[in-house]
């Protein structure tokens, strides 16, 4: 068997190296390994902006080096297409005006230098039909656009957020503008006190927002579904939003919320004394984590910033909270009964779905605590509270069948010791009748 083993791999090898000898003296390519990183683009054997650019050194050869990663250079754009000029030029002529030439785009210019290609359907279809080619549209009608166009030039446009030399995608997550990053982005100009100074604009929503709960989910969780700046205030028409939009802004995510508010006595009471929908009570930029305690009418609860415990108001907040507590003393009995009838061997399974649809009441009734409804919040409760209990008995019913089970067991283990003490007397007198015969 080995002797014919051999018989066989030779050939194999031979028709091997004959192949390769074959491939190579006729052209053929030669399959080699992928390597394991993608190559930096280089630049056209043309392109004299890159090469003397590298060329010089210093600060001079920094774009030209870091060009590579640049998400233009990568679909086939040269410097020439922002920077204008000649780049198959050989010498400085490559940089005359007469040739196109703009050098270093002035801050005015940007949007629509960015826009020839942004703003052009058919120039973006050819790279990636997804991308929104009213951008540039977008920005004017900004408060950054409209201070530019008035003439300020320290507002933020197109490289302040998406950066140069090189661009990155979007989804390249060294991007200044890659979700994760986009609040420190923004930070750069609205958290520099001597930068907004002019502007009368507070600088501490970064601080806030980083102390949030969307803060906390995007930049400490990793959360990319958590809203960053861009989300609530908009990316290239960035705005504050106003008293009438915030509702729907927040409602991007929370649009259960804003429609149980949209039905409650509170949204006439807001539009008349102008106050916002959502940030009136959660806070903007430094939303925490809702709690129960906000709930109520004393202590820190929200409510009491408007309502006296006396007044109706509270008193409904007051029963709301009230009720939200039974409901968790209620849940919190069963998870204690069926946790204990389960450490002790019972299979609880038959407790959890109820327990579970206990927990979905519990958090429904929260939930509607935005409609201002005492009935729908009571209603949530009650269903919450008898599945609760539902769950609670089934934990007792383990606990019984235990009880069951150790009481059986007693018996059984009573009786085994009779029978053996018999038995032992048992032995114990055959050897005595055995002698005295």
């Given amino acids: 068997m080995k002797h014919s083993g051999r018989l066989v791999v030779v050939p194999l090898v031979v028709a091997g190296v004959w192949l390769l000898a074959v491939q190579t003296a006729w052209g053929a390519p030669v399959l080699t390994p992928r390597a394991a990183t993608p190559r930096p683009v280089p630049a056209p054997p043309s392109d004299t902006c890159v090469n003397c650019h590298r060329a010089l050194g210093g600060r001079l050869a920094e774009p030209a080096l870091k060009i590579a990663d640049d998400i233009h250079v990568r ?53 990636n039909p997804r991308t929104p080619t009213d951008q540039a549209a977008r920005f004017l009608t900004s408060v950054h656009g409209q201070r530019l166009r008035a003439g300020d030039t320290k507002v933020a446009t197109c490289t302040s957020c998406h950066g140069v030399h090189p661009i990155l995608a979007v989804s390249d997550s060294r991007s200044p503008v890659f979700p994760g990053n986009v609040p420190a982005t923004c930070a ?16 501490g929503q970064y601080a806030e927002y980083q102390a949030s709960v969307h803060g906390d989910a995007l930049l400490k969780r990793g959360n990319r579904q958590a809203p960053a700046c861009n989300d609530c205030h908009g990316n290239h028409g960035a705005v504050p939003p106003g008293v009438a939009s915030v509702a729907n802004v927040c409602a991007q995510c929370h649009a259960s919320q804003r429609d149980l508010f949209a039905r409650s006595p509170h949204r006439a009471a807001f539009q008349k004394a102008s106050l916002t ?74 407790a959890k779905l109820p ?83």
């Fill in 75 to 127: 679909r086939g754009f040269t410097c020439a297409a922002c920077h204008g000029g000649d780049p198959t030029a050989a010498g400085m002529e490559s940089m005359d005006p007469a040739r196109g030439f703009v050098g270093r785009p002035k801050a005015a210019d940007l949007p629509a230098l960015c826009g020839k290609c942004h703003s052009s359907p058919e120039i973006m279809r050819r790279f």
């Fill in 188 to 203: 750069r100009c609205h958290a520099d006190a001597a930068y907004m100074r002019p502007y009368g604009v507070p600088t």
């Fill in 277 to 350: 929908q959502c940030t009136a009570c959660h806070d903007d930029h430094g939303i925490r984590r809702p709690t129960d305690d906000m709930v109520g009418a004393t202590g820190r609860a929200i409510c009491a910033q408007c309502h006296t415990a006396e007044s109706q108001g509270g008193q409904a907040a007051a029963t709301m909270r009230q009720s939200l507590e039974a409901l968790k003393g209620s849940i919190r009995t069963a998870e204690s009964v069926v946790a204990t009838a389960e450490n002790l061997g019972i299979d609880m399974i038959e």
């Fill in 355 to 437: 327990l579970s649809d206990a927990r979905t009441q519990l958090t429904l009734a929260r939930n509607l605590v935005h409609s201002l409804s005492l009935r729908e919040v009571q209603t949530a409760v009650t269903v919450g509270a008898g599945l609760s209990r539902k769950a609670e008995d089934f934990g007792h019913a383990g606990l019984a069948e235990i009880e069951y089970r150790r009481r059986g067991l007693g018996v059984t283990l009573a009786i085994l010791a009779v029978l053996l003490i018999g038995l032992i007397l048992k032995v114990r007198a055959v050897p005595e009748t055995a002698e005295g015969g």
